[in-house]
């Protein structure tokens, strides 16, 4: 009998070690340095930051979602989980742990797909968190369906061409290099004739056209890029994996990626009710406690039923790719906690920031960053129906249609081979009676 929900007592003081720490060292930068994740460091935040990440590495968390060869301690994906449960309510902590997206999946394919001068290149700065890194996939008129990618690269002797646009890059504005998806082979599927290249941001041709930034972000912090690709040349030896292995490594990625947003949300959940909690055993209305009103109970029970739902679907998830390690076996369980996670994010966040009244919805709590992860969740890495439909799919494939007519649960079938099943013993009763 090999179920447990336990956590090693070794790891468990990691974690209470990381929740304090968070708490009490990397909140302060949350709070005054809201903006500054992914910028590379200044004289200003250096002597901070840099001694909170060698805390980090003396603690053997740095890179908890890496395995030893790459810098990581090899933790897998279950107690990683059990991490992002503590850093998911910090935009700061995965910087200072060096697990933050998009990073952490464009290193996964570096390690995986790169060769031995693009590893030292481009994943050795990005693992010890001095430079960041984008990924650029979404084009302006489409990004779900990547059959309408225009995005092209056509080989000129030692050299790609790349040409074209790509919409919302996150972090195109202080990354290194940009890990850009392109067509080589137009005569093929687009799932066959796509193409991953390393490309340096400050190579000519790559030009910004704009920063886009999500709901109330002003321009300065806009970190989303719409970028036009003109005439950009890269030597061959940038091309990542083979040609036409570009969805074979966006698996890769986007796989890691949408289990790690999973298990953040758990935190910012688990924040949520935290905070709800706290609101509804502080205010009086209509002489009693919010928390003794029975619509607010209703809230509080809700949100905490699908919150451990949620997590148990998430941790179960990652021990199940720490089990197979192969996200493309692992994709339907991924693909429902990918789908789950905006709704249950929405509704925890909505419950405790209603109870909250006025102040709730104030830039004096944090609930507008909470509310608007919800939407931002249900697109990035593919929106909700996209992993709706992969689910009923993967579901699909352990049924048959029924072999006649009639539904195999017909109950005059049954009851017909019911009554065979039981003939012998049905006739002895009918006799003796
Ligand atoms: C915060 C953030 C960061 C991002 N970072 C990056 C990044 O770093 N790099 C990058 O390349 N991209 C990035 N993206 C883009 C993201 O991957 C796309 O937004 C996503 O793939 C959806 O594409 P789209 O926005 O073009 O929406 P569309 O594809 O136009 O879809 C719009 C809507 O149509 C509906 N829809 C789509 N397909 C179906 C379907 N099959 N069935 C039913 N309804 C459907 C859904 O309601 C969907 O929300 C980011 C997005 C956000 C919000």
């Known amino acids: 009998m090999a179920w447990d929900f336990s956590t090693e007592p070794e790891f468990q003081e990691k974690l209470d070690w990381a929740r304090q720490f968070v708490q009490d060292k990397i909140e302060p930068l949350d709070i005054l340095y809201p903006h500054r994740q992914f910028h590379p460091l200044d004289d200003e935040l250096r002597p ?150 390393l490309v340096p941001t400050g190579t000519p041709g790559v030009n910004i056209d704009r920063h ?99 997590r148990l679907l998430v941790l179960y998830t990652a021990w199940e790719i720490d089990q197979v390690k192969d996200y493309r076996r692992t994709r339907k369980n991924i693909a429902a906690i990918k789908a789950l996670t905006p709704k249950v994010m929405h509704d925890a966040v909505w419950r405790s920031m209603h109870a909250h009244g006025a102040l709730g919805v104030s830039n004096e709590m944090p609930f507008g960053g909470m509310w608007l992860a919800a939407p931002v969740m249900s697109v990035v890495d593919g929106p909700t129906e996209v992993h709706k439909v992969t689910v009923a799919r993967e579901v699909l494939k352990d049924y048959q249609p029924s072999p006649g007519l009639w539904p195999t649960a017909h109950l005059p079938a049954k009851r017909e081979e019911a009554r065979q099943k039981l003939a012998a013993h049905i006739e002895h009763v009918v006799g003796n009676s």
Not at 130 to 145: C, I, K, L, N, R
Not at 225 to 237: C, F, G, N, Q, S
Not at 270 to 290: F, H, P
């Open 212 to 310: 886009v930034g999500l709901s109330g972000e002003s321009e300065d912090q806009a970190m989303h890029a719409l970028i036009h690709y003109e005439d950009v040349r890269v030597p061959a030896e940038n091309l990542l994996g083979g040609e036409g292995q570009a969805f074979a490594i966006a698996q890769t990625r986007l796989g890691g990626g949408r289990v790690h947003h999973a298990m953040r949300t758990v935190a910012t959940c688990q924040r949520a009710l935290d905070l709800l909690c706290e609101r509804v055993l502080s205010r009086e209305t209509q002489g009693t406690l919010l928390a003794q009103k029975q619509f607010i109970q209703g809230d509080i029970a809700d949100s905490y039923a699908e919150l451990q739902q949620f």
């Open 48 to 197: 901070i930051v840099d001694p909170m990440k060698q805390e980090v590495r003396d603690q053997d968390l740095w890179a908890a979602h890496l395995g030893p060869e790459l810098g990581g301690k090899g933790y897998g994906q279950l107690k990683l989980a059990l991490l992002n449960e503590i850093l998911g309510v910090s935009g700061w902590a995965p910087i200072v742990f060096g697990t933050q997206a998009p990073d952490t999946g464009n290193a996964e394919i570096i390690a995986h797909y790169g060769t031995e001068e693009q590893k030292k290149k481009y994943l050795e700065p990005l693992l010890n968190g001095e430079v960041f890194s984008s990924y650029s996939m979404t084009e302006p008129q489409a990004g779900s369906d990547p059959q309408q990618f225009t995005t092209s690269a056509v080989r000129d002797g030692d050299e790609w061409v790349i040409n074209g646009w790509k919409f919302f890059s996150s972090n195109a504005r202080t990354a290194a290099f940009l890990i850009v998806m392109v067509i080589t082979d137009p005569d093929v599927s687009v799932y066959k004739g796509a193409s991953m290249f």
